[in-house]
């Protein structure tokens, strides 16, 4: 509300025709431009009532019309920016809880007592139908929707759910059987949406139910807590669909489900897979698990009313910054996994390191399926780094556990038999026929199908815990350690130099190195970046804090399409602008995920986009699309989201 809204108890929202949008609450009614926001109440307008329950905008007169909880609709003029207080005077009563529109241009007024008005945009003249007077209908009415083919379905509070026949005035009520499986699944009907495709959903107190009038069936869809596919909650308070074909079923006590109409098929509850938008405190989330209503705007935005939360607004447009769906359920909830390694094969399919196994997702972002390390690794290891070799094997790094390699081609697993059977691996480097390998007892190398310990290089090691490897153009081996800092060894491999600490290094810990296309040496640390740009004289730079970098416990480093260095910290991932010597950093304002990220975990694709490795899942990007500006405004609760 410190942004201007009316009330954080939003009941309805909607857009007229010059692109405001509109917010009912029971505590009065705003109008937002896009920028600020217009409040109406009893004390600054002729606005009927504070007390709302539902708005619509008439588009045959571009006016507003506010249905309100029990005195009467009043009209809000677009053209003279003025309110007609009383603006349907002669209805059935004065309690409006549903504003619908009629299939010949009409609107249909529901009343939750006595029964439905129906007015006529022409001659502005009512036509009541009194529930006394419809054969077969009685009870108290929460909302009506007319099919356009001389039905008006008609949700009932513990009633069930009325067809009227228009013409004739009679009803036909479905209701609760609980010897039915068919049958409606609940006798409250708080919502009915009709799709493009003529399908009939109803929301009820107890689920969800798509209606088939000519079998007369109800095929039911409801929260299961071992599923995290199914709705969220069974009272459904609205339902809407988007213009790319998804619905969207708001929940209380639970959030929005959307269901995509077009890869679903309405065969069972069983073939359905909802995605889910829970309460967070990040942008992946919405602010109240009160979801009340939905509106998708001109431009294609989605705004979800919540009451208790503000609004929640969802931009059209996909953010720069995404996370790949790799979930799994923990304590009840969804949760992103953890990632540690990542790579990507010669067909451009990512390879995620995760717990005891490794998903694998399509060169178009879509999961395909979960390659389990069971009987094959410890079960209480992860995939702490993936490297893929010039033969496109990839080589997976275990924590504890040593080394295992896979083909992707027949996804066949091998291991890598090592002296130390519980090798931590850090880090893989290949050059020519030889295969590198850092763990935190030491460097070792692969070659001619052998495993080996460089003795000669490990003696020289003040710390052998290896955490990256890079050859440099001269030839040099440069080693990154996780308590000594840089430790450069000679063609030869004799050790030539140290940078720690004690001459110029910010922090010991290097988390790990890279080389890019001009052969500048960047070691991610614990403080900062320690930049080396001409390796055949090497001088330390050291970027952290004072250059803006907000979290300064740098995980991993890439070079973009463009030349741009990429890095992830604990706190997001930033871009070192070189021309201004400065970061750019985006957080999970941006859509990027909380929590730290992951020690080397980062990979490139074919198109540019960049991939790192965190706590909470892979975060994707293409830098050609990212905001120039690192800062956003989110609303939500007292603010719009």
């Known amino acids: 509300m410190s942004d201007g809204m009316v009330s954080n108890y939003i009941v309805d929202i909607i857009q007229d025709k010059q692109g405001y949008i509109w917010m009912a609450s029971e505590s009065g009614l705003c109008k937002f431009d896009g920028k600020d926001f217009t409040i109406y109440n009893i004390g600054n307008s002729a606005i009927g009532s504070n007390a709302q329950n539902v708005l619509y905008y008439n588009e045959a007169d571009n006016t507003v019309w506010v249905g309100t909880q029990r005195d009467g609709i009043s009209i809000f003029d677009c053209e003279k920016q003025t309110f007609i207080t009383n603006g349907v005077p002669d209805m059935i009563t004065r309690d409006v809880t549903d504003l619908s529109p009629a299939a010949d241009g009409g609107i249909w007024i529901t009343h939750y007592h006595l029964g439905i008005d129906y007015y006529d945009n022409k001659t502005k003249e009512v036509t009541h139908y009194w529930a006394k007077d419809i054969k077969g209908l009685s009870g108290n009415f929460w909302c009506a929707t007319d099919d356009g083919k001389g039905h008006l379905y008609v949700g009932l509070h513990k009633g069930g759910l009325a067809v009227i026949d228009i013409q004739k005035q009679t009803a036909k009520v479905y209701q609760h059987n609980p010897e039915d499986p068919y049958s409606l699944p609940n006798n409250t009907v708080r919502c009915i949406f009709i799709s493009k495709t003529n399908a009939i959903w109803i929301g009820t107190d107890k689920g969800l139910a798509l209606f088939n009038p000519h079998k007369e069936q109800f095929i039911t869809f409801q929260n299961q807590q071992e599923n995290p596919n199914t709705l969220l909650s069974n009272q459904i308070n609205d339902i809407g669909e988007s213009r790319d074909g998804k619905l969207w079923v708001c929940a209380h006590m639970g959030g929005v489900s959307i269901l995509d109409l077009n890869d679903n098929v309405f065969t069972s509850p069983e073939n359905m897979h909802f995605q889910n938008i829970r309460v967070t405190n990040d942008l992946h989330g919405i602010s109240s698990p009160n979801a009340k209503c939905f509106l998708q705007d001109s431009f294609g935005n989605i705004w979800l009313g919540n009451y208790r939360g503000g609004v929640d607004f969802l931009s059209y ?143 020289q090691l003040t710390d052998i815990m290896i955490h990256g490897i890079q050859r440099d153009r001269q030839g040099k081996l440069w080693l990154g350690t996780f308590g000594k800092g840089l430790i450069v060894f000679s063609p030869e491999g004799k050790r030539t130099m140290r940078f720690d600490t004690s001459n110029g290094m910010g922090s010991n810990a290097v988390n790990s190195l890279y080389i890019d296309s001009k052969g500048s040496l960047w070691a991610a640390t614990r403080a900062g970046i320690a930049h080396i740009s001409d390796t055949s004289n090497p001088k330390l730079e050291i970027y952290n804090h004072n250059q803006g970098l907000i979290d300064e416990n740098v995980r991993s480093i890439i070079e973009d399409e463009k030349g741009n260095i990429w890095l992830s910290t604990n706190g997001g991932i930033a871009q070192w602008k070189s021309d201004e010597k400065r970061f750019l950093n985006y957080t999970w304002h941006q859509g990027v995920p909380r929590g730290d990220f992951m020690d080397g975990s980062v990979c490139k694709d074919k198109n540019g986009y960049l991939f790192f490795g965190s706590q909470n899942g892979a975060c994707y990007f293409n830098p050609e699309q990212r905001h120039t500006d690192s800062s956003c405004k989110n609303y939500r609760s007292q603010k719009l989201w």
């Open 317 to 459: 447009n996909q953010p720069v910054f995404q996370t790949l769906a790799y979930n799994t359920l923990k304590d009840g909830t969804l949760t992103d996994k953890q990632v540690w390694g990542i790579a990507l094969d010669n067909k451009s399919r990512i390879w995620l390191g995760g717990e005891n196994g490794i998903a694998i997702f399509s060169a178009d972002m879509k999961y395909q399926k979960i390659l389990s390390l069971a009987n094959k690794a410890n079960p209480h290891t992860h995939v702490s780094t993936i490297f893929k070799d010039k033969n496109g094997i990839l080589w997976l790094g275990l924590y504890k556990d040593g080394i295992l390699t896979c083909d992707p081609s027949t996804e066949k697993i091998t291991r890598i038999e090592l002296e130390d059977k519980k090798a931590d691996i850090c880090c893989f480097y290949e050059e020519n026929n030889k295969i590198w390998i850092g763990t935190q007892n030491g460097l070792y190398s692969y070659q001619n199908g052998k495993i080996a310990e460089e003795k000669g290089i490990n003696e």
